[in-house]
C-alpha cells in the first residue's frame, strides 16, 4: 500500500504542477515551455511504474483497482494536454481543470489505499 500511496502523492505533485502552468507573462514563457517538456518526460519515465502500481491495486481489485485505474487515465489525458498545450492548442484553464481533477482522483486513491491498510493492520 505505500507504494501506491507514494505514486498517488507522485500524482498529486503533477497536478499542481500543471494547475501552476499557463498564464504567465510573456518573459516567463520560456521557463513556462521547459517545465512543461520536464513533466512530460518526467510522465515518460514513470509509465513503467505506473503500470506497477496497476498490478499491485489489481490484486486488491475493487475500489483501489477503479481509482487507481482513474489516476493512470488522468496522468494520460493530462500528458495529451500538455501536449497541446506546447502548440497552443489548449488554454491554460483546461489544464488546470484537468489538474484539480487529477487531484481529487489522486486523493481518492490515497484514502483508499490507506483504508485497506488500515484493516489490513487490523486498526479499523
Not at 37 to 46: H, I, N, P, Q
Not at 109 to 124: D, F, P, R, Y
Request: aromatic share 4%; hydrophobic share 40%.
Amino acid at each position: 500500500m505505500n507504494e501506491i500511496v507514494d505514486w498517488a502523492i507522485d500524482a498529486k505533485t503533477v497536478s499542481w504542477e500543471v494547475t501552476m502552468a499557463g498564464g504567465l507573462p510573456t518573459t516567463d514563457r520560456v521557463r513556462e515551455h521547459e517545465n512543461v517538456e520536464r513533466m512530460l518526460d518526467k510522465y515518460k519515465t514513470s509509465t513503467a511504474r505506473s503500470e506497477y502500481i496497476r498490478g499491485i491495486a489489481l490484486k486488491f481489485g475493487g475500489n483501489l483497482s477503479l481509482n487507481t485505474d482513474t489516476v493512470v487515465e488522468k496522468l494520460d489525458e493530462i500528458m495529451e494536454l500538455l501536449v497541446k498545450y506546447l502548440s497552443s492548442q489548449v488554454k491554460p484553464r483546461i489544464l488546470k481543470k484537468c489538474g484539480i481533477e487529477l487531484n481529487e482522483k489522486a486523493s481518492d486513491l490515497i484514502i483508499e489505499a490507506m483504508v485497506i491498510k488500515n484493516v489490513e493492520l487490523g486498526l479499523s
